[in-house]
């Protein structure tokens, strides 16, 4: 073993011990200080006044960064295994609510700008990179998926086939709707609202207001913000 595969393992021992040793400690006592505190050590960076509730499970730390008055709540799953070169990276005022499961795997980049909030159960998984704007909604158990399967040769099984990794941009002030599903390959235009359940399967443009499955733009936002007609058939 050279010294650097020795520094690597004894990194991944130490993240192991701390996150394994911390994560169990009540919030209500001292947990979310003494995490803080720890976890500064291990992670790529962490900001100030950032809040980690206990029950929180974090892979490969040095690979994760963390702005300022970031929330992660209880049953958050952050997983940057695989190559050293992934990155999830939580700008300033984002929040994680409770279940969300966030995961990088081979050379992943997963951004979540300023402000945004990740509604419970969320799941966000490369390998494509992911990059999510600025005070984005993102409801209940909705999926955003950067990869897809390849499956052309039915000879062979599915799983031996390899994936793509197009990669998802949801720009900022989006809304999506719980139980949306985004596939991999997707840009969703800036001010777009996505209705509840819908799967989004191509590009939705700027300030558009997009149900169904496949989703559709069924209206646009005009340029105060202010919707055009009746939204009723778009749900939180």
């Not at 050293?84 to 990088?104: F, M």
């Not at 000879?155 to 985004?182: A, F, L, N, P, Y």
């Not at 819908?198 to 209206?219: D, E, H, L, M, Y």
């Amino acid at each position: 073993m050279n010294n650097k595969e020795h520094i690597s393992k004894w990194k991944r021992i130490k993240e192991a011990l701390l996150t394994n040793l911390l994560k169990s400690i009540p919030t209500r006592f001292l947990g979310g200080k003494l995490r803080n505190l720890f976890y500064g050590k291990i992670f790529y960076g962490m900001g100030k006044a950032v809040y980690i509730q206990d029950g929180v499970e974090i892979f490969n730390t040095s690979c994760i960064e963390v702005g300022n008055y970031v929330q992660i709540l209880r049953g958050v799953n952050i997983d940057a295994t695989g190559y050293q070169n992934n990155r999830i990276y939580l700008a300033n005022k984002v929040t994680l609510s409770q279940g969300v499961d966030i995961r990088a795997l081979n050379n992943t980049s997963i951004e979540i700008d300023e402000g945004t909030f990740v509604g419970p159960y969320v799941c966000i998984a490369g390998p494509g990179n992911i990059k999510i704007g600025k005070y984005c909604l993102i409801a209940a158990q909705s999926g955003i998926f950067a990869n897809n399967h390849i499956y052309s040769d039915p000879t062979q099984i599915i799983s031996s086939q390899g994936v793509t990794r197009k990669g998802i941009v949801i720009e900022d002030d989006c809304w999506i709707g719980s139980g949306v599903k985004v596939l991999d390959g997707i840009t969703i235009g800036k001010g777009s609202v996505i209705g509840a359940g819908a799967v989004v399967t191509q590009n939705i443009p700027p300030f558009s207001v997009a149900v169904g499955v496949p989703a559709r733009v069924i209206k646009k936002r005009d340029n105060t913000g202010s919707f055009l007609s009746n939204l009723n058939t778009v749900k939180h």
